[in-house]
């Protein structure tokens, strides 16, 4: 198990949470929404998201440099874990219902979040078996 790929794969996560952050309180809601509606800033937002996570998952592999497919698999489940606890424990402390946490999982209904998902699962390993970052 290579450590310092976890290590830093939770500290890239951090930064990318903080990035979400300002991307959801700040652009989707402040910015998107009011020009085009709570579903379309849904959409430009996790758009956006979906992006910057392989962003992320580019820069954290250039980083480490050293990584096996195995790793680039557990990096995606511990990237999807770590959003799941923060989205459903943050989103329950803060009052929200469980309906209302379950509203962005609609995909039918033009909601993204289960592609940001994805996206957590497995930007590590589309980026590390395609671009090689990190690697000489």
Do not use: C
Not at 7 to 32: D, H, I, P
Not at 105 to 115: E, H, K, L, Q, V
């Amino acid at each position: 198990m290579n450590e310092l790929l976890l290590k830093t794969a939770v500290r890239v996560w951090l930064m990318e949470t903080l990035v979400s952050g300002f991307n959801f309180f700040v652009l989707m809601n402040l910015v998107y929404e009011p020009i085009w509606g709570p579903i379309v800033a849904h959409q430009i937002g996790m758009s956006t998201r979906i992006v910057y996570i392989f962003i992320f998952a580019y820069l954290l592999l250039r980083y480490v440099g050293k990584y096996s497919t195995m790793d680039l698999v557990r990096v995606g489940i511990l990237w999807l874990i770590l959003e799941e606890m923060f989205e459903w424990v943050g989103s329950l402390a803060i009052g929200r219902s469980v309906a209302e946490i379950l509203i962005g999982w609609n995909i039918f209904a033009g909601y993204m979040w289960p592609y940001v998902l994805i996206a957590y699962t497995f930007s590590n390993l589309i980026v590390g078996r395609t671009f090689h970052p990190g690697k000489t």
